[in-house]
């Protein structure tokens, strides 16, 4: 079928994350790994839609899966709601504020993009912080209702089918005149502009889309960890998704999903958690020098995504 | 509701700077309309103006009767204004066939929220505007030359890509920035050739050019801008004959209007 041939990255994800989660299947601490990995994967994949594609650096998406995480997790436990029920609003909070950030600062230069998502995140840090009786201030929240209790293959296999629809949306997207746009945008704005797009209109769509990806990889944080607090997610994990982005390739789908898999699986060989900044810099400086492009690069052509 | 693309008045300050001082230029349906000047005369304060690009201080542009006077430039394209730049801005690892397709645009009806859903109708449109793009590119001979990258064409192929890229969404005008600098003759022939099957089409054509064989070559009338206003307005060989023009822009040495088109 035409409509699969042109979307091979979400059939390639499924049959990897299907082979990759029989193996995992056999070893509670690898499948433990494995579902780290996916939510990884998702922010990841949030950073390769705004950076690799629309071109805007944005640090801040570990904070929008922080959002999700939250929102699902006050819900669920302050108010009694079922995760289910969570879902959409921990998908549609992040992506509203997505969509207005993007508003405000796709008119800035690269720089400063990076620096303001930065701030902002720092910010979403302080008032998770500060509002105790919402978000339990540094003590967090525990007590958050896991989905598939003691079946981590069910969730396992929740996660994949998610990261896997994100996969397609991001990939109908680049199929689409919208797809073709962010790249025009990319690489230069007066060209899109005269084109016909408005930009500023395509790129907050285009954000607030991956923002929501992120609020769904923080929905899955929430409900598999059971507890949260405001260093679970946030800045730390937009730095190192930026990095599992670039190591992967950023101009293609599935390049951060791919560097999430290699990032997550060497940092278990590693012998203690501290080496981990030295191994995050090293391997950074190894695929700038080695593969540019990100590993995906070397073997795929750009444009074939 | 009359016809055409008027400006008129059109006054641009740029601090101290006047830019344009009341110059005006019209535009009809299938015909080319040159516009030149010497470097700093407005020609190109004139074309971001109409275009949208800059807001002029003053004045009034119309667009078939209806006001575009500071619409936001990607309004102005989707109102049936098209443009081109000095120097092409392509990427060059496109090819000509996905250059063009981004053309097409503003011919997408499918929201962002039906793409990434790949709805049906998503998919239906996307099949239409590549028959679209296949069409813009037979109208100016580009069909061969489809899967190239532009990367691997030749300046004279980029520019009429450009061309294609512009009218692709269904434009009713098309501005050219000095689309025969840096061409070789055989290259202008043929960029001239396609902006006449363009304009034969009915779409009206406004022509920023420095190379004026090649202006009076193609165009029918000819606006003549000096320090931001007009200086002469009329055909081409009445303009090659205006001792005002040949003073001002052609300067003393009367070898440029020899130069073959």
């Known amino acids: 079928m035409t409509y699969w041939r042109a979307r091979s990255n979400t059939l390639v994800l499924l049959a990897c994350a299907t082979l990759a989660g029989a193996v995992a299947a056999r070893d509670p601490a690898w499948l433990d790994i494995a579902i780290a990995i996916v939510i990884n994967a998702l922010v990841a994949l949030s950073v390769g839609l705004t950076f690799g594609q629309a071109g805007i650096l944005s640090a801040a998406q570990g904070s929008f899966a922080a959002i999700g995480a939250y929102t699902t997790a006050i819900l669920t436990v302050r108010l009694g709601w079922s995760p289910w029920l969570a879902l959409p609003v921990a998908i549609a909070l992040p992506a509203g504020l997505g969509h207005g950030l993007a508003r405000l600062v796709t008119r800035l230069a690269p720089l400063a993009v990076a620096l303001a998502t930065l701030t902002l995140s720092a910010i979403i840090e302080i008032v998770l912080r500060s509002w105790d009786n919402l978000t339990g201030g540094y003590v967090g929240l525990a007590g958050i209702p896991s989905v598939f209790a003691g079946q981590p293959i069910a969730f396992y296999g929740l996660a994949v089918g998610m990261l896997a629809l994100a996969v397609l949306a991001y990939e109908n997207l680049m199929l689409s005149r919208f797809g073709r746009g962010l790249t025009t945008i990319r690489g230069d704005r007066a060209r899109a502009i005269a084109d016909g797009i408005a930009v500023p209109g395509l790129l907050s769509a285009a954000f607030a889309l991956a923002a929501a990806m992120a609020g769904a990889g923080g929905w899955l944080y929430a409900h598999y960890f059971s507890y949260l607090s405001p260093g679970s997610l946030g800045t730390e994990l937009s730095i190192s998704v930026l990095l599992m982005m670039v190591v992967g390739g950023a101009r293609h789908i599935l390049g951060p999903v791919a560097g999430a898999v290699i990032l997550g699986v060497l940092a278990q060989l590693l012998p203690a958690q501290e080496v981990q900044g030295l191994f995050y810099g090293g391997a950074l400086i190894v695929i700038l020098l080695v593969a540019r492009n990100g590993l995906l690069g070397l073997v795929r052509r750009e444009g074939t995504l | ?261």
């Open chain 2, 1 to 261: 509701m009359s016809q055409g693309l008027v400006a008129r008045d059109v006054v641009m300050r740029f601090g101290g700077v006047l830019a344009l001082d009341g110059a005006a230029i019209e535009v009809v349906p299938g015909r080319i309309v040159g516009l030149i000047g010497r470097n700093g005369s407005g020609k190109s304060t004139m074309f971001n103006c109409i275009t949208g690009f800059v807001r002029p201080t003053e004045g009034r542009i119309d667009l078939d009767g209806a006001p575009i006077t500071g619409l936001p430039p990607h309004r102005v394209v989707r109102a049936g204004i098209a443009r081109t730049f000095q120097t092409p801005r392509v990427d060059l690892r496109a090819t000509v066939r996905e250059a063009v397709l981004c053309g097409c645009y503003p011919l997408g009806r499918c929201g962002f929220v039906s793409a990434f859903l790949g709805l049906t109708s998503a998919v239906r449109e996307e099949i239409r505007l590549r028959e679209q793009a296949d069409g813009v590119l037979r109208q100016v001979n580009l069909a061969p030359l489809g899967d190239q990258q532009i990367g691997k064409l030749a300046m004279g192929q980029v520019r009429l890509v450009e061309v294609a890229r512009g009218i692709a969404a269904g434009a009713r005008y098309l501005l050219l920035d000095e689309p025969a600098a840096g061409l070789t003759q055989s290259e202008r022939n043929m960029l001239a050739d396609a902006i006449r099957v363009v304009a034969k089409s009915g779409v009206g054509v406004l022509l920023v050019e420095h190379n004026f064989a090649f202006v009076r070559a193609l165009c029918e009338t000819i606006t003549v801008l000096e320090a931001g206003r007009v200086l002469a307005v009329g055909t081409a060989d009445e303009i090659a004959a205006d001792h005002r023009v040949i003073e001002s822009y052609l300067g003393s040495e009367p070898a440029a209007l020899v130069e073959p088109a």
